[in-house]
């Protein structure tokens, strides 16, 4: 794949480049720059593409790690939160079954 000229890519957006062609109708000619700018976003966006795939994005990496910590934390706090309810009903099931082993 030849490289763009940045220059060329940037005009695309501005200037007509098959505007004065002897053999197309205004309309073809207008059709056709659509196409232009539209490969020229294309490429634009192959590009931006590739760079995500090659490298990863630090600062969405920083922001997973944030969460992966705080989701750590929730975790932690959830299961204090089960083991408490597990252990206050069993706590207060206790009293029932001694009290029925006393009277025997």
């Given at each position: ?8 890519s940037?005009?695309?957006f501005?200037?007509?480049?098959y ?9 073809e ?8 700018k ?16 090659e ?6 990496l920083?922001r ?26 069993t706590i ?10 006393d009277?025997?």
């Open positions: 794949m030849a490289a763009s000229n940045p220059a060329s940037s005009q695309i501005t200037v007509n480049p505007e004065d062609h002897p053999s197309l109708t205004q309309i000619a207008e059709v056709l720059w659509e196409y232009a539209l490969n020229q976003h294309i490429k634009d966006l192959v590009i931006q593409t590739r760079s995500l795939s490298t990863p994005d630090e600062t969405m920083k997973l790690r944030i969460l992966e910590r705080k989701m750590g934390l929730v975790l932690t706090l959830f299961k204090a939160s089960v083991w408490g309810v597990v252990n206050e009903q207060s099931a206790q009293p029932a079954d001694s009290s029925v082993g009277i025997h």
